[in-house]
């Protein structure tokens, strides 16, 4: 994606080229890294203990085996590795459009800080740190956007971590039916997305800025990029945590059942306590982080090298900015 700075007389990326590029990081992140996902989300969803302190560590690793691999836990390890991909048509929608409008999006967003917005940064936080805050504020309102996706991703939660509900239905017969309590948690949705998308862009451009010394992020080497990815991405992470377990745990009830999210908080803290807002953090950061990483740093890379194939053959002219 190659963030834009602040310096004259370069291009930014063409529509086309933004697109290709996210979407392309899309599709390899849902092919490798959607079973990640749907271990993370389960545990996420779960509200008993794992490992019961004096119970033999056996039951607990069953009881884990079980909360991961629901029906297919006694079956073969293809057939448990193959269970983690349910919904994967639901995914796929979700995760390519969201990568498109996330990471395609936020430049522009960026662009129109840039240009009517400039002096406002800078005279509030200062050349440097206002470029920074500048690209987090995009990437902010980018994320809160989001929730217009809400629908996909609450089929694909669904399907990771309640099928029953969406047994013998298509996709129009759920729209038909549910209508908008498919955006049901819109609004943690988007209580969620907006600090994350804030740490994400905010963070991998302070890598940028402060630890690589770029005034100009679009010359990012690999390497850059991948480090500022990383910066980005488990700020996002951590910050998002906790209303991204209350977020799951509402998307994941069953259709003809909800539960407010004060509900639900209420209830994580008097039965599991604090901690359960931090459920599933370290897989996520350790395991689901890296598809992040991977999905950023792809997204950074690819953006430009569409862009010089698209502007090569014609099919895009963009102007320099000044």
């Known amino acids: 994606m190659s963030p834009i700075g602040s310096g004259k007389s370069k291009h930014s990326e063409s529509g086309y080229a933004r697109m290709a590029g996210s979407g392309c990081a899309g599709i390899l992140e849902l092919v490798i890294f959607h079973p990640v996902d749907t271990v993370a989300k389960r545990l996420m969803s779960n509200q008993a203990r794992l490992f019961v302190p004096g119970a033999p560590v056996a039951q607990g690793m069953a009881n884990l085996n079980t909360v991961l691999f629901k029906n297919a836990a006694e079956q073969s390890v293809l057939s448990r590795y193959l269970s983690l991909?349910?919904?994967?048509g639901f995914a796929a929608g979700y995760k390519v459009l969201q990568r498109m409008y996330k990471f395609g999006g936020q430049p522009y967003v960026k662009d129109y800080l840039d240009t009517n917005h400039r002096d406002t940064f800078a005279r509030l936080f200062g050349d440097k740190t206002g470029k920074t805050i500048m690209h987090?504020?995009?990437?902010?309102?980018?994320?809160?956007?989001?929730v217009a996706l809400l629908p996909l991703d609450v089929l694909k939660i669904k399907s990771q971590t309640n099928p029953e509900s969406l047994k013998g239905r298509n996709i129009f017969?759920?729209?038909?039916?549910?209508?908008?309590?498919?955006?049901r948690g819109g609004m943690w949705t988007a209580a969620r997305n907006a600090p994350g998308s804030f740490a994400l862009f905010g963070g991998a451009a302070f890598v940028k800025e402060y630890l690589c010394g770029l005034s100009d992020y679009s010359k990012a080497t690999f390497l850059q990029n991948f480090f500022a990815s990383i910066g980005g991405a488990v700020a996002s992470i951590t910050v998002a945590a906790p209303l991204d377990v209350v977020k799951t745990r509402i998307q994941n009830k069953p259709f003809d059942a909800p539960e407010s999210g004060m509900s639900i908080i209420s209830k994580m803290v008097r039965n599991e306590?604090?901690?359960?807002?931090?459920?599933g953090l370290t897989p996520k950061i350790l395991v689901v982080g890296p598809k992040l990483i991977f999905s950023f740093t792809i997204a950074q890379q690819l953006i430009p090298f569409f862009h010089g194939i698209f502007e090569g053959q014609g099919i895009t002219q963009t102007k320099p900015i000044v």
């Open 85 to 88: 991909f349910p919904g994967l």
């Open 136 to 146: 987090a504020t995009a990437g902010s309102l980018v994320g809160i956007g989001e």
């Open 173 to 183: 017969g759920i729209v038909r039916d549910e209508g908008l309590g498919l955006y």
């Open 273 to 279: 306590g604090m901690g359960a807002f931090f459920k």
